[in-house]
């Protein structure tokens, strides 16, 4: 099937102006016609999606006798004097062609198409499923109607759109793109396993504040914002953490939620404003269990998306990447002191560690012996790390809500995820003690009067609820949209259907 009216060269800012008019004109001509440019309701009887499975292997030029009603976006458009061609495309890409002839639709509907109808229409179709004499799969109309009048029109549907463009006008990248509706059927495809994984181990999807009146939960910057009716400061939440361990607290022992987390933090290829997230308490669980746990849940992931039920991904780019097996665990302290060729441990000092930083050039002026440990292990490890592994062992200082390591002096019982390359999650031995709990919080404060806008506030709530009794536990989080980069191979941007830009 001929496209002719598609094949332009981009549209100059004034030739979309020109035909943003021309389209404009014509939906005045239709209403004055008495014909509806957006009708409220369509005598639909399937979709291109079922007409296209149910016609498979048909041979040219045969009539099914399958009378149907479809609608979908027109993108491509022909007319000649007695016959008009359209494909129709469906909301999952699926396409089938659309007959406009004299013989069965009637010269004066015949004439409106050719004068009304532009490409980026959505348009109604009922007739015959038929094949054409070149074999293609197409309903011969008896009869037409307009679903959606387009005034703007289609990008070039042969010029894949730059990256601005699809993650601004994602619609338009949804119309044009296969690969961003493949993203989203991914994703949901993700977020069913998740929750299929935890109802399998008995976990409850539970919901948390999304506006709070303290930050905690992690260590990042909030967002703020003021309720009018409560005259107060809130804050977006930057983590449901401290809300779930309450509800561990009230005896629901293995929650879960996906949830919009918000950090008034930078953006990269790996992190954005807004993001989602997972989180998951385990009752008398701990970092270990919770380790196993978490590779299950990604691994049935990468099973819903791969195709063939194996935990081989195919990136966009086409690399392979196999999430499988048993994933390693790796000491941070026992990783950076190879990586280093010096020992580093729990014991030294943050002048050692400051030197070492000026040794390799690295320029670190940070307050404390655990983050300065972090830094220098991202410095000299981290880019070294492609398959999965878990990295274990945290200094104390950075992990206020976390147990202390049961036999190593020090440090925290934490790990983080890191999939080719970045954190994909994290997960703790819980810190269920409200003694320890406090005391943590009050050095938190202090580090914010020294001037870190990260450090968590001191929550009297929720001190008060652990002081009630919370069971030793296990808890995650991971990112989902970062979840979907390790499925992928996609950059943040690319995953996220809406992403906040500038």
């Given at each position: 099937?001929?496209?002719?009216?598609?094949?332009?060269?981009?549209?100059?800012?004034?030739?979309?102006?020109?035909?943003?008019?021309?389209?404009l004109?014509?939906?005045e001509?239709?209403?004055e016609?008495?014909?509806?440019?957006?009708?409220?309701?369509?005598?639909?009887?399937?979709?291109?999606?079922?007409?296209?499975a149910?016609?498979?292997?048909?041979?040219?030029?045969?009539?099914?006798?399958?009378?149907?009603?479809?609608?979908?976006?027109?993108?491509?458009?022909?007319?000649?004097?007695?016959?008009?061609f359209?494909?129709?495309?469906?909301?999952?890409?699926?396409?089938?062609?659309?007959?406009?002839?004299?013989?069965?639709?009637?010269?004066?509907a015949?004439?409106?198409?050719?004068?009304f109808?532009?490409l980026?229409?959505?348009?109604?179709?009922?007739?015959?499923?038929?094949?054409?004499?070149?074999?293609?799969?197409?309903?011969?109309?008896?009869?037409?109607?307009?679903?959606?009048?387009?005034?703007?029109?289609?990008?070039?549907?042969?010029?894949?759109?730059?990256?601005?463009?699809?993650?601004?006008?994602?619609?338009?990248?949804?119309?044009?793109?296969?690969?961003?509706r493949?993203?989203?059927?991914?994703?949901?495809?993700?977020?069913?396993?998740?929750?299929?994984?935890?109802?399998?181990?008995g976990?409850?999807?539970?919901?948390?504040?999304?506006?709070?009146?303290?930050?905690?939960?992690?260590?990042?910057?909030?967002?703020?914002?003021?309720?009018?009716?409560?005259?107060?400061?809130?804050?977006?939440?930057?983590?449901?953490?401290?809300?779930?361990?309450?509800?561990l607290?009230?005896g629901?022992?293995?929650?879960?939620?996906?949830?919009?987390?918000?950090?008034?933090?930078?953006?990269?290829?790996?992190?954005?404003?807004?993001?989602?997230?997972?989180?998951?308490y385990?009752?008398?669980?701990?970092y270990n269990?919770?380790?196993?746990?978490?590779?299950?849940?990604?691994?049935?992931?990468?099973?819903?998306?791969?195709?063939?039920?194996?935990?081989v991904?195919?990136?966009?780019?086409?690399?392979?990447?196999?999430l499988?097996?048993?994933?390693?665990?790796?000491?941070?302290y026992?990783s950076l002191?190879?990586a280093a060729?010096?020992?580093?441990?729990?014991?030294?000092?943050?002048?050692?560690?400051?030197?070492?930083?000026?040794?390799?050039?690295?320029?670190?002026?940070?307050?404390?012996?655990?983050?300065?440990?972090?830094?220098?292990?991202?410095?000299?490890?981290k880019?070294?790390?492609?398959?999965?592994?878990?990295?274990?062992d945290?200094?104390?200082?950075?992990?206020?809500?976390?147990?202390a390591?049961?036999?190593?002096p020090?440090?925290?019982?934490?790990?983080?995820?890191?999939?080719?390359?970045?954190?994909?999650?994290t997960?703790?031995?819980?810190?269920?003690d409200?003694?320890?709990?406090?005391?943590r919080?009050?050095?938190?404060?202090?580090?914010?009067?020294?001037?870190?806008?990260?450090?968590?506030?001191?929550?009297?709530?929720?001190?008060?609820?652990?002081?009630?009794?919370?069971?030793?536990?296990?808890?995650?989080?991971?990112?989902?949209?970062?979840?979907?980069m390790?499925?992928?191979?996609?950059?943040?941007?690319?995953?996220?259907?809406?992403?906040?830009?500038?």
């Amino acid at each position: 099937m001929a496209n002719t009216p598609d094949q332009h060269e981009p549209l100059t800012e004034q030739e979309a102006s020109e035909q943003k008019q021309v389209r404009l004109d014509k939906r005045e001509r239709m209403i004055e016609a008495g014909l509806p440019a957006y009708p409220i309701s369509l005598p639909i009887t399937t979709t291109i999606d079922e007409v296209v499975a149910g016609h498979q292997g048909l041979e040219a030029d045969v009539k099914t006798g399958d009378i149907v009603g479809v609608a979908g976006r027109i993108v491509h458009l022909r007319n000649t004097g007695k016959l008009c061609f359209a494909a129709l495309q469906s909301g999952t890409g699926a396409r089938i062609q659309a007959m406009i002839s004299l013989a069965e639709v009637g010269e004066e509907a015949l004439a409106q198409w050719k004068e009304f109808v532009d490409l980026g229409d959505q348009i109604f179709v009922a007739g015959e499923v038929i094949t054409s004499r070149r074999g293609e799969l197409s309903i011969m109309a008896t009869e037409w109607r307009m679903a959606a009048k387009a005034i703007r029109p289609l990008p070039n549907l042969h010029t894949e759109l730059n990256e601005e463009t699809r993650v601004r006008q994602r619609y338009l990248d949804l119309i044009t793109r296969p690969a961003a509706r493949d993203m989203v059927r991914t994703r949901a495809l993700t977020n069913a396993s998740l929750r299929d994984t935890f109802t399998r181990h008995g976990f409850l999807e539970v919901e948390t504040p999304m506006l709070q009146t303290l930050h905690g939960g992690a260590a990042a910057r909030p967002f703020s914002t003021h309720s009018n009716a409560f005259d107060t400061e809130l804050f977006l939440r930057i983590a449901p953490e401290l809300y779930l361990k309450r509800a561990l607290v009230g005896g629901l022992e293995r929650v879960f939620e996906i949830n919009r987390n918000f950090r008034n933090e930078g953006a990269d290829s790996t992190h954005s404003p807004e993001f989602a997230m997972l989180e998951a308490y385990q009752a008398y669980g701990d970092y270990n269990s919770i380790a196993d746990l978490t590779q299950e849940l990604v691994q049935n992931a990468a099973r819903a998306v791969s195709g063939d039920g194996s935990c081989v991904v195919t990136w966009a780019d086409g690399t392979q990447f196999d999430l499988g097996g048993d994933w390693p665990r790796m000491s941070m302290y026992e990783s950076l002191s190879e990586a280093a060729g010096v020992e580093v441990t729990p014991e030294t000092s943050v002048e050692e560690l400051q030197a070492l930083a000026d040794r390799e050039g690295v320029e670190l002026s940070l307050p404390n012996h655990g983050k300065l440990v972090e830094e220098l292990w991202e410095h000299f490890v981290k880019d070294r790390l492609d398959k999965p592994v878990f990295v274990i062992d945290f200094p104390v200082e950075t992990s206020p809500l976390t147990a202390a390591h049961r036999s190593k002096p020090g440090v925290v019982e934490k790990w983080d995820l890191y999939v080719r390359g970045f954190e994909l999650a994290t997960g703790y031995s819980e810190l269920i003690d409200p003694v320890d709990q406090r005391a943590r919080f009050v050095e938190q404060a202090r580090e914010s009067a020294r001037g870190d806008d990260e450090a968590m506030q001191l929550d009297e709530d929720f001190l008060a609820a652990l002081e009630h009794g919370m069971p030793p536990a296990g808890g995650m989080g991971m990112g989902i949209d970062r979840l979907l980069m390790a499925l992928t191979g996609l950059g943040i941007r690319e995953t996220v259907l809406f992403p906040l830009v500038k």
